[in-house]
């Protein structure tokens, strides 16, 4: 695949950044993709070795190692390579509902499993990927794909994010008649209004959900089920349903004066600027700014970096995002090896920007807030915080971060946003459909298998699974929609 000596030809080339000072004065895209041709160069680094792990989506280690979609990698960046394009997509899109998607927000599995990255830079497959899509959409290759014959079944899928739309995607496809309800009043879930524009322009999401709506599937936006939409209705009218609504329930931090105003979820937050920017370009100020303030980020994960961009975008003074956990070593420890999911630490894209801005990383390593300060009018005026430590424990021998002593001090913090994760699905939506829960409230289904423990009810993507990433909510709900599938019409 690609070519023989490709990988010892070319080096490792990524599309090019606007530099950090230049791309924080607005929330557009800031990375120009290479040349088709230069393209085509890093489709020659795939070296045919044999063990693709790139396409693998296996356990090693209690981690998955390459994509669980299990694109056909180095088929693909082969015809990358030989320029072959319109093969390119047709290739990919056997395989893949919304490549557009994963090449801009996948941490890309594929490329950490490359063996090119055992000893030198792995295969660009995510970018590769972009180029395809891109390419596929800028000819018109990506067309509606009508069913021929129309099964007469019904299905509601509830929640329109990865998991949701690749499940009605497919379903649809086989014939079906798929209606997807969204509470809010645009489609994606948290790919619309949980990841910020500047790394999703919302273009992109909206040009699929034409494209599906050419193809028959049916939208309903501001249709909150369990709420404006009863069980029972959704049940009598539609012959199966499927749970799609995402890990939305978020993890709280407790401790005294958490009740401050100015405080806020990470979501709540990233929702409110992503609408205002959609709604009027920011000009109707439907949003709390952090212009002037002194911002805390609890949370050091991609939500974590993505509430520090928006901030330094939106006139922030300072910047400070505090990670519970040590700082991962700047490349693989003898324990994580090769092609295990490469646990070290990077600098993401709001880190640099706020490096450029202040000239200090922005992240606190094993640090975790204590209380926070009110002034008299109640909002937040500072945090305090302390130092942790790895403890084990002697009698489970499980690991876990105390709090040194003598390490307590105060920090600033007139905005705080909490992106310490999230805890499963919402309560309402589970008692609505009466499906029951594991003891971290994802709906429960025995393993590998979609349907939950009442009769004709499914679910998938992180509802189903906990709070994970686009590529698996894609193949979540591409393996939902098969078991559905199967269910009604017996194959």
């Not at 072959?84 to 557009?100: D, G, N, Q």
């Not at 369990?226 to 959704?234: A, E, F, N, P, S």
């Not at 000239?359 to 606190?364: A, E, F, L, V």
Request: proline share 5%; net charge neutral; charged share 25%.
């Amino acid at each position: 695949m690609g070519k023989p000596t490709g990988f010892l030809e070319y080096e490792r080339k990524e599309a090019a950044c606007k530099k950090p000072e230049e791309r924080i004065e607005d929330f557009q895209e800031f990375k120009t993709p290479l040349s088709l041709e230069e393209q085509r160069k890093q489709g020659a680094r795939c070296m045919d070795c044999g063990v693709p792990f790139c396409q693998s989506g296996m356990k090693i280690a209690g981690m998955v190692s390459g994509c669980p979609l299990h694109n056909l990698v180095p088929e693909t960046n082969d015809l990358v390579y030989r320029g072959k394009w319109r093969l390119a997509y047709e290739r990919l899109a056997k395989t893949h509902s919304f490549p557009e998607f994963t090449s801009h927000v996948c941490p890309a599995l594929c490329e950490a499993a490359c063996t090119c990255n055992l000893n030198g830079e792995p295969v660009a497959t995510k970018e590769n990927e972009r180029a395809i899509i891109e390419t596929a959409w800028e000819n018109g290759w990506v067309q509606p794909k009508l069913p021929a014959v129309r099964t007469g079944k019904k299905i509601a899928v509830v929640g329109s994010g990865p998991s949701g739309l690749a499940a009605a995607q497919e379903l649809n496809r086989r014939g079906h008649t798929v209606t997807v309800f969204e509470r809010s009043d645009r489609f994606g879930g948290l790919l619309c209004y949980g990841i910020p524009n500047m790394k999703l322009d919302k273009h992109i999401i909206e040009r699929r959900i034409r494209l599906m709506e050419e193809e028959g599937v049916i939208f309903r936006a501001n249709a909150d089920v369990g709420k404006d939409i009863k069980v029972r209705q959704l049940q009598k009218e539609f012959d199966r349903v499927i749970l799609a609504c995402g890990a939305s329930n978020p993890r709280d931090i407790v401790v005294p004066g958490r009740d401050a105003d100015n405080i806020f979820f990470a979501v709540d937050y990233l929702k409110a600027v992503t609408k205002s920017l959609l709604d009027s370009n920011l000009k109707d100020n439907a949003f709390v700014t952090a212009k002037g303030l002194h911002v805390l980020v609890i949370g050091g994960g991609d939500t974590g970096n993505d509430c520090v961009g928006t901030a330094i975008r939106l006139g922030a003074k300072s910047v400070t995002q505090l990670e519970m956990l040590p700082k991962p070593p700047g490349c693989r420890a003898p324990e994580n090896p090769w092609p295990e999911w490469p646990k070290i630490s990077k600098t993401d894209y709001g880190q640099e920007e706020a490096i450029a801005v202040s000239g200090k990383d922005p992240r606190i390593y094993q640090t975790t807030v204590t209380e926070f300060l009110k002034d008299s009018k109640g909002r937040v005026q500072k945090a305090k915080i302390v130092s942790l430590e790895p403890k084990k424990d002697e009698k489970s021998g499980r690991i876990s971060m105390a709090p040194v002593e003598g390490t307590q001090r105060t920090i600033d913090a007139q905005l705080v946003l909490i992106a310490a994760g999230f805890l499963g699905s919402e309560k309402y939506v589970t008692d609505a459909f009466q499906v029951q829960t594991d003891n971290r409230t994802n709906v429960l289904t025995k393993p590998e298998q979609y349907e939950t423990n009442v009769p004709g009810v499914f679910t998938a993507g992180d509802m189903h699974r906990g709070q994970s990433l686009v590529v698996w909510a894609i193949t979540e709900g591409r393996n939902a929609a098969r078991a559905v599938d199967r269910d009604l019409m017996g194959y």
